[in-house]
């Protein structure tokens, strides 16, 4: 049984990944996680792309690596400045999604474990990004 199977398929991953991302866009704590996705190819991606990773990382279908070609999650971050902070509210945002989802149990909880050592290891750093609000153009 995979971890995918304790969540119930891919359904219930589905509403999952759409409950985070509708967190991360509403929730004080998604502020930054909005700023780092808006720099890349923003939520709606990143909705698509979240289901496909966990998807194959949590024993199903590997979407993500039958379009990227590879699972590594640290790859995938390399160039996001992911402070301390950006991980914690990561975590608040998918542990709330969990929680809102009904989602409980011992495999919730393991779940959890993983998401938060996950987390962890992709903080890096990498030199924050300038707000574009914050950048002025010399009068020439």
């Known amino acids: 049984m995979t971890a995918l199977d304790d969540l119930g398929g891919e359904a219930p991953l589905r509403a999952l990944v759409e409950t985070f991302y509708d967190l991360v866009e509403t929730l004080p704590e998604g502020s930054n996680l909005r700023r780092l996705h808006s720099r890349g190819h923003g939520i709606d991606n990143a909705r698509v792309e979240q289901f496909n990773f966990l998807s194959g990382f949590m024993g199903g279908r590997h979407y993500y690596k039958e379009k990227h070609g590879h699972m590594d999650v640290k790859l995938m971050h390399a160039h996001v400045p992911i ?8 975590l608040h945002c998918m542990n709330k999604a969990l929680d809102d989802e009904g989602h409980v149990g011992p495999h919730v909880e393991k779940l959890k474990q993983v998401f938060a050592r996950v987390a962890t290891i992709l903080i890096n750093n990498v030199p924050d990004w300038e707000d574009d609000l914050d950048r002025t153009v010399p009068d020439t």
């Open 83 to 90: 402070r301390l902070a950006d991980a914690e509210n990561w």
